[in-house]
């Protein structure tokens, strides 16, 4: 059975970056893809993008308003001949630096769009699901859900939340026929890492490598899936070494000053915008 084709499957914060490349995959397979964002104007370009005649529309939403997600959702379930087949929970925010820091805007701004965010999704979509007794959810987390690095502490206390979150549902939903997946990818070429300055041993990945992971898992549903693919393995042996070994370790691969010492001028319009995060942006 393909579990792409001919799917209704919605997809948080896609106007750009991950979300983007994992709707052009999946309308590449044959699906019905509906995207979702909060900046309308990006959003607007997103769907010329995608190209006229292909089975994909769009709608203004904000993850952390449950109103605007039951009503982002209920239009994608019109598109969709009356269901949701699979929902890409993508939308989120990375504010980076030390933690005293931050501010209570962006504390706020993470912790409601990359959490109560996911929260919101899940529990909106999982009814129809589980009457159906089929589904996935899909929720986009990272690498940094599993090993948190200095500079990361706002961002990997939402992620590892989300880890925590899809493996437990896994579990609670898979009796009832629905599938719960994590992704984690370490660095990823888009906004998120603006500013910052990798080394060789943090290579970034491609939006596209995720959107191929996205496709994998559809194909082949499991709970827990790392781009890189060796990347949770090695994660998971990072996370048991002692104190000391695990700071060594960063050291050495430049985990331990990357998200605090960076380009703040390169970075500024993303940090501004992450700190802001929720509502939807109107076109002018």
């Given at each position: 059975?393909?579990?792409?084709?001919?799917?209704?499957?919605?997809?948080?914060?896609?106007?750009?970056?991950?979300?983007?490349?994992?709707?052009?995959?999946?309308?590449?397979?044959?699906?019905?893809?509906?995207?979702?964002?909060?900046?309308?104007?990006?959003?607007?370009?997103?769907?010329?993008?995608?190209?006229?005649?292909?089975?994909?529309?769009?709608?203004?939403?904000?993850?952390?308003?449950?109103?605007?997600?039951?009503?982002?959702?209920?239009?994608?379930?019109?598109?969709?001949?009356?269901?949701?087949?699979?929902?890409?929970?993508?939308?989120?925010?990375?504010?980076?630096?030390?933690?005293l820091e931050q501010t209570p805007e962006s504390i706020r701004s993470a912790t409601e769009v990359n959490f109560y965010g996911v929260l919101n999704g899940c529990q909106l979509v999982l009814p129809e699901m589980v009457k159906r007794r089929a589904g996935h959810i899909i929720n986009i987390a990272s690498m940094a859900g599993i090993v948190a690095v200095p500079g990361q502490v706002l961002y990997a206390g939402t992620k590892f939340a989300v880890v925590g979150l899809s493996t437990a549902m896994a579990?609670?939903?898979?009796?009832?026929?629905?599938?719960?997946?994590?992704?984690?990818?370490?660095?990823?070429?888009?906004?998120?890492?603006?500013?910052?300055?990798?080394?060789?041993?943090?290579?970034?990945?491609?939006?596209?490598?995720?959107?191929?992971?996205?496709?994998?898992?559809?194909?082949?549903?499991?709970?827990?899936?790392?781009?890189?693919?060796?990347?949770?393995?090695?994660?998971?042996?990072?996370?048991?070494?002692?104190?000391?070994?695990?700071?060594?370790?960063?050291?050495?691969?430049?985990?331990?000053?990357?998200?605090?010492?960076?380009?703040?001028?390169?970075?500024?319009?993303?940090?501004?915008?992450?700190?802001?995060?929720?509502?939807?942006?109107?076109?002018?």
């Amino acid at each position: 059975m393909d579990n792409i084709r001919g799917k209704t499957i919605a997809i948080s914060g896609a106007a750009r970056g991950i979300g983007l490349a994992t709707a052009t995959a999946l309308l590449r397979r044959g699906a019905r893809v509906v995207i979702g964002d909060r900046d309308v104007s990006a959003l607007d370009k997103a769907i010329h993008g995608l190209g006229p005649g292909r089975p994909v529309t769009g709608y203004p939403l904000d993850v952390t308003d449950r109103e605007s997600f039951a009503t982002f959702l209920d239009k994608a379930r019109t598109d969709g001949d009356g269901r949701i087949d699979v929902l890409i929970n993508n939308a989120g925010v990375m504010p980076v630096g030390p933690f005293l820091e931050q501010t209570p805007e962006s504390i706020r701004s993470a912790t409601e769009v990359n959490f109560y965010g996911v929260l919101n999704g899940c529990q909106l979509v999982l009814p129809e699901m589980v009457k159906r007794r089929a589904g996935h959810i899909i929720n986009i987390a990272s690498m940094a859900g599993i090993v948190a690095v200095p500079g990361q502490v706002l961002y990997a206390g939402t992620k590892f939340a989300v880890v925590g979150l899809s493996t437990a549902m896994a579990d609670e939903f898979a009796p009832q026929g629905v599938a719960v997946t994590a992704v984690l990818p370490t660095f990823t070429n888009t906004e998120l890492i603006s500013g910052t300055n990798p080394s060789a041993a943090q290579k970034p990945v491609e939006p596209e490598d995720i959107a191929a992971a996205v496709v994998k898992v559809l194909d082949k549903p499991k709970t827990l899936v790392s781009v890189p693919g060796f990347g949770r393995r090695t994660a998971i042996l990072a996370s048991l070494l002692p104190d000391r070994g695990r700071r060594w370790l960063n050291k050495k691969t430049g985990n331990d000053t990357v998200f605090l010492q960076f380009d703040t001028a390169a970075r500024k319009a993303y940090e501004d915008r992450a700190q802001h995060a929720t509502g939807v942006i109107e076109n002018d």
